[in-house]
């Protein structure tokens, strides 16, 4: 049960950082990272939370 579990959250959590990472690096090559970090950095650490 709790091993399907993982195999179930482990790729939506990788999926997730990727996600994270490309969205970060667009903003940082248009000079946005404050507005990214206060943004998604804050969401990131409610869902990791969450989980």
Known sequence: ???GIL???I???L???VLTAI????MAF???TDGFLVEYGIN???ISAIL
């Open 23 to 26: 969205r970060a690096t667009i």
């Open 15 to 17: 999926i997730g950082l």
């Open 7 to 9: 195999v179930f959250l």
């Open 30 to 32: 248009r000079g946005d």
């Open 44 to 46: 990131s650490l409610n």
């Open 1 to 3: 049960m709790f091993k």
């Open 11 to 13: 790729p939506i959590v």
